[in-house]
């Protein structure tokens, strides 16, 4: 059994490893920076899909066993144009809500409180689901873990199950903070980790657990997510 200061000693000599790890990726950006007065926080790099973005932004998604009803593309919320999207299964129907990257500066802030705001929700059952995506459906292939944020909102005449996240190319999360490190990371190799805001709803009766909601939601967020992967990102 592992003591508690082996348990200690080891924790330690990880947060060192990934100190020196961080040092030497700032410190081989800093040297050229240096040299050339051009550094990768004023002068990022350009983002490279921004005609997909901005296609998606237009035409939306096409998602595999999901018929599209309804496609509105200029949607103001909380100042910003979403594409909006009605879809429907034989089982269910749900609403894309879908704000692409519009420009190298523009960066994830308040997407989710513009939301509720628009729609006046009142919240509650709030919780994070976590949900894989494979691309390449063979045995020991990568795979890109996402996690989403999970609740029930509420107005005056429906109840609706939600699920909420950024994604980007390599993964997804609903904070704001997750993405910011992605494309920190990605600005220290030259790249940007290019994003787009996801709100899936789903109409449920007002009485019912929220859990009943969550295998469509799930399954349309994988769905959501992959494409993006392959088409967008």
Same mark, same amino acid.
């Given at each position: 059994?592992?003591?508690?200061?082996?348990?200690?000693?080891?924790?330690?000599?990880?947060?060192?490893?990934?100190?020196?790890?961080?040092?030497?990726?700032?410190?081989?950006?800093?040297?050229?920076?240096?040299?050339?007065?051009?550094?990768?926080?004023?002068?990022?790099?350009?983002?490279?899909?921004?005609?997909?973005?901005?296609?998606?932004?237009?035409?939306?998604?096409?998602?595999?066993?999901?018929?599209?009803?309804?496609?509105?593309? %200029?949607?103001?919320?909380?100042?910003?144009?979403?594409?909006?999207?009605?879809?429907?299964?034989?089982?269910?129907?749900?609403?894309?809500?879908?704000?692409?990257?519009?420009?190298?500066?523009?960066?994830?802030?308040?997407?989710?409180?513009?939301?509720?705001?628009?729609?006046?929700?009142?919240?509650?059952?709030?919780?994070?689901?976590?949900?894989?995506? %494979?691309?390449?459906?063979?045995? %020991?292939?990568?795979?890109?873990?996402?996690?989403?944020?999970?609740?029930?909102?509420?107005?005056?005449?429906?109840?609706?199950?939600?699920?909420?996240?950024?994604?980007?190319?390599?993964?997804?999360?609903?904070?704001?903070?997750?993405?910011?490190?992605?494309?920190?990371?990605?600005?220290?190799?030259?790249?940007?980790?290019?994003?787009?805001?996801?709100?899936?709803?789903?109409?449920?009766?007002?009485?019912?657990?929220?859990?009943?909601?969550?295998?469509?939601?799930?399954?349309?967020?994988?769905?959501?997510?992959?494409?993006?992967?392959?088409?967008?990102?």
């Amino acid at each position: 059994m592992i003591s508690a200061r082996k348990l200690l000693r080891r924790y330690q000599l990880f947060k060192i490893i990934v100190i020196m790890f961080l040092l030497v990726l700032v410190g081989a950006v800093a040297i050229p920076g240096y040299s050339t007065g051009r550094w990768p926080w004023t002068n990022p790099p350009e983002v490279t899909n921004l005609k997909q973005l901005k296609t998606l932004r237009q035409n939306g998604l096409t998602l595999p066993g999901w018929e599209v009803i309804r496609v509105q593309n %200029n949607v103001l919320i909380g100042g910003h144009k979403w594409l909006v999207q009605e879809i429907k299964n034989p089982q269910t129907m749900a609403i894309l809500l879908m704000l692409p990257q519009n420009g190298p500066k523009d960066q994830p802030q308040v997407e989710w409180l513009d939301i509720k705001g628009f729609h006046r929700w009142q919240i509650d059952a709030d919780r994070t689901l976590q949900f894989i995506v %494979n691309l390449n459906p063979v045995p %020991n292939a990568k795979t890109t873990t996402i996690k989403a944020r999970f609740f029930r909102s509420r107005t005056a005449q429906h109840t609706f199950a939600v699920l909420q996240w950024y994604a980007w190319q390599n993964g997804g999360s609903p904070a704001t903070s997750s993405w910011f490190w992605e494309d920190s990371m990605a600005r220290l190799l030259n790249r940007r980790a290019s994003w787009v805001a996801v709100c899936i709803i789903v109409p449920i009766e007002p009485d019912t657990d929220i859990k009943i909601a969550e295998p469509i939601l799930k399954s349309l967020g994988e769905i959501v997510q992959a494409k993006l992967m392959a088409e967008t990102f």
